[in-house]
């Protein structure tokens, strides 16, 4: 079946430091796959998306290459801050599926000044 | 700022209340969707309208009631919930028939159940 696998949180760093959330997925063709950022007390936002193998996405300094040989979709930014603190969605979406996405757990990120 | 938006932000009600959620977006989106979500936990799917149908129900206890009246509106009907109802409720909106489409969601209604 459809699923994502999120590296466990929490995770926290220090102000400008390398940023890598890993996500990791399992589906049968080709998926879109997804990172969302869910702020405090609000909904998910998009963050980037990408829609086929080698495509890279990227939004706010934020990276993520869609990678089918190893099935992951790792979020990377090189120097956060501290408003990055929220908790960043790693998903996937199966048109066939009636366009249902496959969230994973979830990765709490606190960034410390 | 949202481009799907929820109200009330905020409900509490008792286990024999009757309330409604909603729900409203002017993309032109004709996908959407309920979510609920449990603190630390990611969403979950519950229902989902395509062309103001019905087309997915997660097994979601009759005690919510979804309608989606037109294609901008989409209502929670809530009935004799249950504390363990307590959570962030979400809609979101996609379009639909074409592929690789995100979804857009909306910031949330917090359902408290007394």
């Known amino acids: 079946g459809n699923s994502v696998t999120q590296m466990e949180g929490p995770v926290t760093l220090s102000e400008e430091a390398f940023l890598t959330i890993n996500c990791t997925y399992t589906?049968?063709?080709?998926?879109?796959l997804f990172w969302y950022v869910q702020y405090p007390g609000e909904g998910l936002q998009l963050l980037l998306k990408a829609t086929k193998a080698d495509d890279k996405g990227s939004n706010k300094g934020f990276e993520a290459t869609y990678r089918k040989e190893t099935t992951s979709f790792h979020l990377e930014k090189g120097s956060v801050q501290v408003s990055d603190s929220a908790v960043y969605f790693c998903a996937l979406l199966k048109t066939n599926t009636g366009n249902q996405f496959y969230f994973g757990t979830g990765t709490s990120l606190t960034v410390i000044p | 700022d949202t481009e799907v938006t929820q109200t009330p932000k905020h409900l509490v009600m008792g286990m024999t209340n009757k309330k409604s959620l909603k729900c409203e977006q002017h993309m032109g989106h004709r996908a959407m969707y309920w979510y609920k979500q449990k603190a630390k936990k990611p969403p979950e799917l519950m229902f989902v309208y395509s062309y103001e149908k019905l087309s997915i129900n997660e097994s979601v206890p009759s005690r919510f009631s979804p309608e989606c009246p037109n294609s901008s509106l989409l209502n929670l009907h809530l009935h004799a919930l249950q504390p363990e109802d307590s959570a962030l409720y979400l809609c979101a909106s996609s379009r639909e028939g074409q592929n690789n489409q995100p979804q857009h969601f909306g910031d949330g209604t917090r359902l408290s159940i007394l």
């Open positions: 589906a049968t063709g080709y998926p879109s």
